[in-house]
């Protein structure tokens, strides 16, 4: 009789703070993200907007208490550089799919695209691809899809700030994007492709960055599976803190009195002008979320536990 494994997980721990991930190619994001949970030994996780397989770049993932964020960043805008392959139409918009179409590449010149590229900035009306996560009835498209089932994808809106021409081949393009929330770049790709008469499809993408992560630093899985030898501190050394991810809010540095009256469902008096605020103590911790009212009162609207133990960042 086989001798059952004596080996037992160590138990999570309460880190927090806010990674910027190098997403790998072929990952999914939640693969991705439960692999730093792993590393991390992490009770709480979760990502800040997914990317697909074929997507690599920044993947912000909230640790801890950071999740509590991690929806005010969902909203954010984001930069991606991509690969156009033109002439080939796909059932999903990228290399992944199966080509559904081929169409003759015209004789392209910088100036025939720069003049089809504005076209599609702005406020524009954008059709999701087929194969994506968004729901009708509670199912993601792409199982219907999956199934072979034919159904329309309504048009919604979507914000495009710009798009910039940054290479050009015989039958491909290279564009650096900064768009909106729910804008997907597979969708831009395709109808780029119809708008040149050739048709066209993601080869390549990279997301450059995410608000309020304009120059990030990111880490890879391959570094952080390294760092994990030297132990937990090496890990967490990484961890950007909670308020990196709330640049615009308004802070307010609170006494230890203060912050006892807080987190025991009380309203310290603040000096400060009434709207959100992000309150913070004396030794740079975030302490939570908050609403400084009309008679000076502040009230709690997210809080974050108190870190034990020193351990992760603060």
């Not at 329309?152 to 393009?173: K, N, T």
Request: glycine letters at 10%; one cysteine or more.
């Amino acid at each position: 009789m086989a001798r059952k494994s004596q080996y037992r997980r160590p138990p999570t721990r309460e880190v927090r703070g806010i990674l910027l991930l190098d997403k790998p190619l072929g990952l999914s994001s939640n693969q991705a993200l439960q692999k730093v949970r792993s590393l991390y030994n992490a009770t709480k996780a979760g990502h800040t907007g997914a990317l697909d397989p074929l997507a690599t770049g920044l993947l912000p993932i909230c640790l801890g208490e950071a999740t509590k964020i991690a929806g005010l960043l969902l909203s954010e805008s984001k930069a991606y550089r991509a690969r156009v392959q033109l002439g080939a139409e796909t059932d999903t918009d990228d290399a992944e799919g199966q080509i559904v179409r081929r169409r003759a590449v015209p004789a392209l010149d910088r100036d025939v695209v720069a003049a089809v590229l504005p076209q599609f900035t702005g406020r524009i009306l954008q059709v999701p691809p087929r194969y994506s996560a968004l729901k009708r009835d509670g199912e993601p498209l792409y199982l219907r899809a999956r199934r072979g089932e034919t159904f329309d994808v309504p048009a919604r809106e979507v914000d495009v700030i710009r798009i910039d021409l940054l290479e050009l081949g015989p039958d491909w393009l290279e564009v650096e994007v900064e768009c909106g929330s729910g804008t997907y770049i597979r969708s831009l790709a395709r109808d780029i492709g119809d708008a040149l008469e050739c048709g066209g499809h993601i080869a390549s993408l990279r997301r450059l960055w995410v608000d309020p992560f304009r120059s990030p630093v990111m880490v890879t899985l391959d570094q952080l599976t390294e760092l994990a030898g030297d132990g937990a501190s090496a890990l967490d050394a990484l961890l950007m803190p909670i308020q990196s991810g709330l640049p615009d809010w308004r802070q307010v540095v609170l006494d230890e009195s203060q912050v006892r009256c807080l987190r025991h469902g009380q309203r310290p008096q603040v000096n400060t002008a009434a709207g959100p605020v992000l309150a913070m103590s004396a030794d740079g911790e975030a302490i939570g979320l908050t609403e400084v009212l009309g008679d000076g009162s502040m009230a709690a609207r997210r809080l974050f536990q108190p870190l034990q133990g020193g351990s992760g960042s603060t």
